[in-house]
């Protein structure tokens, strides 16, 4: 296959940190008083820039005062799921963006609501003031950069392509077989774009509502093979050992999760974004994904 490039999400809020304002009020009296007094200084309480975020007009951003409604697609683990029981805190889901969805709802004083719909409709969500924000195992493309504001990065995604054991497809000569995708991924954006563009045409990939249809038609043997981040590829592998699946050696391409909001909310943007690497900064971003992806 022809190089993809690697996609850098472009914080387009303000920058990583904030300068905090503080402002002291003083009044002068018209009569000097008889004997000058030097007022005791007054130095304000510590904020971190989400804080001060959280403090500022935030609500003119939301759709419901208090509350951070997030739209997602709960089929893309280890991501995001739907959980067997409560979930995380209660939510009912689980998952890397689950968990980074509501430590940036606590660091901004807000309720999380988590909205569970088809991946497209979880982009249209966000565009149409249906939901504040986006985490889906996102990642940035200049079609939804049109559409969308994004904050920076907060974890590195890896597109791999799963195969049957025995299979001829390879990297190589993937754009001679039938490639199956979630819909409205970026998966599905390359891979269906043109030649000339580095992807194989519409002719060869078949878009599904979702990972898990697709890898069951790759079973199915409809398609030849799935393009698909490499996390949720190795949960899907695994889950279905018996049917002989296995993981092209290489990184089909390389990407940035981000958050999403709608295009020109520059206020949640900045807002999130503080949280954000408030977040990354002191590693609580980092645990949450070591807790569900390790090392090998």
Not at 44 to 58: C, K, Q, R, S, V
């Amino acid at each position: 296959m022809k190089n993809m490039k690697k996609l850098l999400c472009v914080a387009l809020g303000a920058a990583l940190s904030v300068s905090l304002l503080a402002s002291c009020s003083g009044g002068s009296s018209s009569t000097p008083a008889p004997e000058t007094t030097t007022p005791a200084e007054t130095t304000p309480a510590e904020t971190t820039p989400a804080e001060t975020a959280a403090a500022g007009d935030l609500s003119s951003a939301l759709i419901e005062d208090g509350k951070l409604i997030m739209s997602t697609n709960a089929q893309f683990p280890p991501y995001e799921m739907v959980a067997d029981g409560e979930g995380f805190n209660g939510t009912g889901f689980e998952g890397i963006d689950i968990e980074i969805a509501s430590a940036l709802a606590d660091k901004l004083g807000l309720e999380l609501v988590i909205d569970d719909m088809e991946f497209d409709s979880a982009l249209l969500a966000v565009q149409n003031n249906a939901a504040d924000m986006m985490l889906a195992g996102l990642s940035y493309s200049e079609d939804r950069d049109e559409v969308m504001d994004f904050t920076d990065s907060y974890a590195t995604g890896v597109q791999v392509v799963i195969v049957k054991d025995g299979s001829d497809v390879t990297m190589d000569n993937l754009g001679d077989y039938m490639i199956g995708t979630q819909r409205g991924t970026t998966g599905y954006i390359y891979a269906s774009d043109t030649p000339e563009n580095g992807g194989y045409g519409e002719d060869h990939v078949i878009a599904y509502d979702n990972g898990a249809t697709a890898v069951q038609e790759l079973i199915n043997g409809t398609i030849d093979a799935v393009i698909i981040d490499q996390a949720p590829a190795e949960e899907y592998v695994a889950a279905n050992a018996d049917a002989g699946l296995t993981i092209l050696d290489g990184a089909w391409v390389e990407e940035q999760y981000c958050v999403a909001v709608d295009e020109g909310n520059t206020v949640l943007l900045d807002a999130l974004n503080n949280a954000l690497n408030e977040l990354i900064n002191d590693g609580t971003v980092q645990t949450i994904i070591d807790k569900y992806i390790t090392a090998d």
